[in-house]
C-alpha cells in the first residue's frame, strides 16, 4: 500500500514537473528579439491569413467611375469599387477590389529604347507563347501591347510608350472584359 501511495506521488510530480515545463515552453515570446518590428508586423499579417492587413489600413472612398491618379504622372478612370490601394513609388500604384475580385497595378518607367521590345517583362512573355498570348490593342488612335497569361485567371499586361517612358498596365480579373480594358485605356491621361 505503501508502495503504491509512492509511485502516485512520483508520477503526480513528474506530471507537475512537465507541465511547469510545457507552460515556460509555450509562454516564451512568439518572435525572437532580433526581429525587426516591421518583420513581427509581417508575420502576424501572414498568419491571420488577411490579405488586406498586407494593404493600407486606411479606409478608402469608393472609386468605383472616378478618375484615379497615378502618382503625378498619368490617370484613368476606375471601373470598379476599390476596396483598398497603395503607392510603390513615385508612378506606381496598386488597386485591389472584391466584385469582381481582382486588381489593377499601374506604373511609369523610363524607356531604355523607343521600342517595346525592350519593356521590362516583354521579352520573356514572348520566350513563352504556351502561358502567354500576345495581342495588338489599338484604342482610339493609341496602339497598345498586351500579353494574356493563358495559366492564371484572366490577367493582361497591356504596355505603351509615351515620352520615353513605358506605361505598364496589369489587370487581374476572374474573366475577361474587353469593355472595362478599353474603358481603362481610352480613359489614360497623362501628365
Given at each position: 500500500m505503501?508502495?503504491?501511495?509512492?509511485i502516485?506521488?512520483v508520477?503526480l510530480?513528474g506530471?507537475?514537473?512537465?507541465?511547469?515545463?510545457?507552460?515556460?515552453y509555450?509562454?516564451?515570446?512568439?518572435?525572437?528579439?532580433?526581429?525587426s518590428?516591421r518583420?513581427?508586423?509581417f508575420i502576424?499579417?501572414?498568419?491571420?491569413?488577411?490579405?488586406?492587413?498586407?494593404?493600407?489600413?486606411?479606409?478608402?472612398d469608393?472609386?468605383?467611375?472616378?478618375?484615379?491618379s497615378?502618382g503625378?504622372?498619368?490617370?484613368?478612370i476606375m471601373?470598379?469599387?476599390?476596396?483598398?490601394?497603395y503607392?510603390q513609388?513615385k508612378?506606381n500604384?496598386?488597386?485591389?477590389?472584391?466584385?469582381?475580385?481582382g486588381?489593377i497595378?499601374?506604373?511609369?518607367?523610363?524607356?531604355v529604347?523607343s521600342?517595346?521590345?525592350?519593356?521590362p517583362?516583354?521579352?520573356?512573355?514572348?520566350?513563352?507563347?504556351e502561358?502567354y498570348?500576345?495581342?495588338?490593342?489599338k484604342?482610339?488612335?493609341?496602339?497598345f501591347?498586351?500579353?494574356?497569361?493563358?495559366l492564371?485567371q484572366?490577367t493582361i499586361?497591356i504596355y505603351?510608350?509615351?515620352d520615353?517612358?513605358?506605361?505598364i498596365?496589369?489587370?487581374?480579373l476572374?474573366?475577361?472584359?474587353?469593355?472595362v480594358?478599353?474603358?481603362?485605356l481610352?480613359?489614360?491621361?497623362?501628365?
Amino acid at each position: 500500500m505503501k508502495k503504491k501511495i509512492i509511485i502516485g506521488a512520483v508520477v503526480l510530480f513528474g506530471i507537475a514537473v512537465l507541465g511547469v515545463v510545457l507552460f515556460e515552453y509555450l509562454e516564451k515570446p512568439e518572435f525572437g528579439s532580433e526581429l525587426s518590428d516591421r518583420s513581427k508586423k509581417f508575420i502576424s499579417s501572414q498568419k491571420s491569413g488577411s490579405y488586406s492587413n498586407l494593404l493600407s489600413e486606411e479606409k478608402k472612398d469608393d472609386l468605383k467611375g472616378e478618375r484615379v491618379s497615378v502618382g503625378e504622372c498619368f490617370s484613368f478612370i476606375m471601373p470598379y469599387s476599390v476596396f483598398n490601394h497603395y503607392e510603390q513609388g513615385k508612378c506606381n500604384e496598386y488597386f485591389a477590389f472584391e466584385r469582381p475580385k481582382g486588381s489593377i497595378v499601374a506604373y511609369l518607367t523610363d524607356t531604355v529604347s523607343s521600342s517595346l521590345d525592350q519593356a521590362p517583362g516583354v521579352s520573356m512573355r514572348r520566350l513563352n507563347p504556351e502561358q502567354y498570348e500576345e495581342r495588338n490593342i489599338k484604342v482610339g488612335d493609341r496602339e497598345f501591347l498586351g500579353f494574356i497569361d493563358l495559366l492564371d485567371q484572366f490577367t493582361i499586361t497591356i504596355y505603351h510608350n509615351i515620352d520615353n517612358q513605358y506605361l505598364i498596365l496589369t489587370l487581374k480579373l476572374p474573366e475577361e472584359n474587353q469593355k472595362v480594358l478599353e474603358g481603362i485605356l481610352s480613359s489614360l491621361e497623362f501628365n
